[in-house]
């Protein structure tokens, strides 16, 4: 890892965030790319003089290009690329707004596909590198109040499989990681209740990616052990699943929100939306 180039999309808070500094620790010199180019370059500074920050919209073909080009003409080949960066908005999906469900689409599905036809060709051509896609446990399963975004996450796991198989055999690797609920932003105005005691730390997912750089899993959980119970909850019948999310209240994505409470995480996602000019493409 000495050495290493890493670049992490939405690094600058969160499980970004908490990625950038593990890998720093570990004497790599990493990327921070953040649709908010001060709070990169804030969170870099915060990491001392192996990284920097950058101002991406990872949404927008060119401008995710021009930051994978910066990179490399500042510091280096880039040979960890982190798609991290992503979106979740809540709520009925008769209630988003189409643009919304859009952004989400832009910003957790083709700006998988857009680092990919830009960075793996130069990883090819050296014979080596490694690609994350964090996903969600989302990816695998589905929830009411998060249809637009379990839908996205799902493209995306499905994606990060298929471009594994065919990079595979020139040398570059691809690693999707799940987290489950993490206390992020993302949650912010969600009523949780209890539930919180089991929404996880940022360093939980951090250490899963850092641990795909040395074993290259396709699939990673965080915490471990959770692909195999998303995979058995796709057997589970309807009647009982729904059974079980009823005994568990796991209907808090549709409210009621507390939209004070998540007012800057969905200033974010209002961001996001309004900077798509026209429909998003890889």
């Known amino acids: ?37 001060l709070a990169a370059q ?54 988003e707004p189409e643009e919304v469900t859009r952004a989400t689409f832009a910003v957790n599905v083709f700006a998988h596909m857009t680092a990919a036809r830009i960075i793996a060709p130069r990883m090819i051509a050296r014979g080596r590198g490694h690609i994350v896609n964090v996903t969600s446990a989302a990816g695998k399963i589905h929830s009411a109040g998060l249809a637009g975004y379990t839908a996205a996450k799902h493209a995306a796991t ?40 089991g929404v996880l730390p940022p360093s939980i997912v951090a250490r899963r990616i850092e641990s795909t750089v040395r074993r290259r899993p396709a699939l990673a959980g965080a915490p471990h052990g959770l692909v195999p119970l998303l995979t058995f909850a796709n057997l589970v019948p309807e009647w009982l699943w729904l059974a079980g999310r009823r005994l568990v209240n796991a209907d808090r994505t549709l409210g009621p929100i507390d939209r004070v409470a998540r007012a800057e995480y969905d200033a974010r996602i209002t961001a996001n939306a309004a900077h798509p000019a026209e429909e998003p493409r890889p």
Do not use: K
């Open 158 to 197: 499905a994606f990060s499989r298929s471009l594994r198989e065919e990079l595979r055999p020139h040398g570059v690797s691809v690693s999707a990681v799940l987290p489950s609920a993490i206390n992020t932003q993302l949650v912010d105005g969600i009523p949780l209740g209890v539930v919180r005691i």
């Open 42 to 95: 804030t969170a870099a500074a915060s990491l001392g003089e192996s990284a920097r920050g950058y101002q991406v919209d990872v949404g927008d073909t060119e401008s995710f290009r021009a930051f994978l080009d910066r990179v490399e003409d500042d510091i280096g080949p880039v040979e960890i690329l982190i798609n991290n960066a992503g979106i979740m908005p809540i709520g009925a999906f008769l209630a």
């Open 1 to 37: 890892m000495a050495g290493a180039v890493v670049v992490v999309t939405g690094g600058a808070r969160g499980i970004g965030l908490s990625t950038a500094s593990r890998f720093i620790a570990r004497g790599a010199r990493v990327a921070i790319g953040d649709l908010d180019e």
